[in-house]
């Protein structure tokens, strides 16, 4: 007991003990170089795409906003969950963070969207807005009637034999202007991202 | 002129922070990273932070979730059980917007600032625990700084 008291008293008297106890220095709190903070801005031009607004998961996160003569995308803390994909989706890398962009060149990902045109054959009613409203439609054939029929096999959807039927979705940009003029709600656009690897654009 | 007897609880409020936090309906993302803080990792503790569960021994409010409505009028309750000097920090995106919580027809009501004052938010979904500790770093010493004198 007394031993164990000599010791300890020993043991509080040396030098590295004293200078540990009262100059310590807290390490500090640095964030790790793989944090995947939120989006920043790395100066590229912005082409107003909307790529990144379409893949973002959250409501309300990002917005692309006129800047004077340019467009920006703008990030509302709060909302963004940091997941990233804006950064994969932009085609400008005007985005990013954490490793995000170094990691994507290395090894060589990147996220293809599609659209895919739905419609309901027991709802539509064939009227023909929606191959109207098309503003691909209307690039493609501006001939288009107002029925909705076509000669032209570019449009992406057109009234065929009293029929609704979409010939090119892979042409549709997602606009969803058909679904907003369709009286019956009978189409919908389902957009599908693909992760891919190795595939140059 | 402020007094030695101020001066000595300004040192010592700077570094002694006591922290308590409260989940009213998150998905436990900023819980787990609120207690990564106390892993050796980040060792809160060393900065003088220390964390107790209950809101009687605390000044520093962190809270976490959505609000749902069976915490509104409970985290008043314990907002005013905290003794002053207090200040509240909400952590995540949960209690500024409700996140993934904030749809139509799901029973929330964020943003907590509604119904306590706020003063910081750490956002993020969920924030890191550096973020976390860096808030109440910057922010308590600031907000407890000459209490006393600023009461009177
Ligand atoms: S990081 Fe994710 S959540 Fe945040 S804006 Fe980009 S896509 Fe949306
Ligand atoms: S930030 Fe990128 S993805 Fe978004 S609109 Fe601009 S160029 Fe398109
Ligand atoms: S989403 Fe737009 S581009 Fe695609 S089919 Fe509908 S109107 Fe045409
Ligand atoms: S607008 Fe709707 S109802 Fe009319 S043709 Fe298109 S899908 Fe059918």
Same mark, same amino acid.
């Given at each position: 007991m007394g031993l164990s008291i000599i010791w300890y008293l020993k043991e509080f008297c040396r030098g590295t003990w004293i200078k540990t106890f009262l100059f310590a220095k807290t390490a500090p709190l640095v964030d790790p170089p793989y944090f995947r903070g939120y989006p920043t801005l790395t100066g590229k031009e912005c082409t107003h795409c909307l790529s990144c607004m379409m893949i973002c998961p959250t409501p309300g996160a990002i917005e692309v906003l006129c800047e004077g003569e340019t467009w920006a995308p703008k990030i509302f803390e709060g909302h963004c969950i940091r997941c990233g994909l804006c950064i994969e989706a932009c085609p400008e890398d005007v985005l990013d963070a954490g490793r995000v962009l170094e990691t994507q060149a290395r090894d060589g990902t990147s996220l293809s969207v599609r659209y895919q045109v739905a419609v309901n054959p027991d709802t539509c009613v064939r009227c023909g807005n929606c191959v109207v409203a098309c503003p691909v439609n209307k690039e493609a =054939?501006?001939?288009? !009637?107002a029925t909705g029929t !076509?000669?032209? =096999?570019?449009?992406?959807m057109r009234i065929h034999r009293g029929n609704l039927w979409v010939f090119h979705d892979e042409k549709c940009t997602g606009c969803k202007t058909c679904e907003g003029v369709c009286p019956t709600g009978s189409i919908r656009i389902a957009r599908v991202a693909e992760g891919r690897q190795g595939a140059e654009e | 002129m402020t007094g030695m007897l101020q001066k000595m609880k300004n040192a010592v409020r700077s570094r002694s922070i006591h922290v308590t936090y409260v989940d009213t309906g998150s998905c436990n993302g900023c819980d787990i990273e609120v207690l990564a803080c106390l892993s050796p990792r980040y060792d809160l503790e060393q900065y003088g932070i220390y964390v107790h569960n209950n809101p009687r021994e605390a000044d520093v409010l962190l809270v976490l979730g959505c609000c749902t409505p069976q915490w509104e009028d409970k985290l008043k309750g314990l907002w005013e059980k905290i003794p002053e000097p207090k200040v509240a920090i909400a952590i995540g995106n949960c209690p500024l917007s409700g996140c993934v919580f904030n749809r139509e027809g799901s029973y929330v009501n964020p943003p907590a600032s509604k119904h306590i004052p706020i003063a910081a938010s750490v956002p993020g979904? @969920? @924030?890191?625990p550096t973020e976390i500790i860096r808030a109440i770093l910057s922010l308590a010493p600031t907000v407890f700084k000459d209490y006393e004198e600023k009461r009177e």
């Open positions: =054939d501006p001939q288009l !009637s !076509s000669a032209n =096999d570019e449009v992406i | 979904c @969920p @924030p890191r």
